[in-house]
Nanobody
């Protein structure tokens, strides 16, 4: 069983940057796709970015060019570098493990792990 702990959130002004970390612990037998999700008040959880076991990265259109997902395999840690933050990026950010797939030709991932507490990102105007 793998447990994921998110950290790095905070309060920043628009245009600022944050780096989120997702540390995995427990019994890890394989490297799966890992992704960052976010959920804003009153909205459904949204897949923001994910990285496959092979290292390929994918992003939702709204964060392309601003966010970068990366993984340190040796540390079992995935990161999300967020630059040029906007107020609409405000949300609780979660990480999870899953399997990469395609829906209607669009790359995505299906999470299969448990959801943790996430880390709050607040971007002020």
């Amino acid at each position: 069983q793998v447990q994921l702990v998110e950290s790095g959130g905070g309060l920043v002004q628009a245009g600022g940057s944050l780096r989120l970390s997702c540390a995995a612990s427990g019994s890890i037998f394989s490297i799966n796709a890992m992704g960052w999700y976010r959920q804003a008040p009153g909205k459904q959880r949204e897949l923001v970015a994910f990285i496959t076991s092979g290292g390929s990265t994918n992003y939702v259109d709204s964060v392309k060019g601003r966010f970068t997902i990366s993984r340190d395999t040796a540390k079992y840690t995935v990161y999300l570098q967020m630059n040029s933050l906007k107020p609409e990026d405000t949300a609780v950010y979660y990480c999870n493990r899953g399997a990469s797939t395609k829906i209607a030709g669009i790359a995505t991932m299906a999470a299969f792990g448990s959801w943790g507490q996430g880390t709050q990102v607040t971007v002020s105007s």
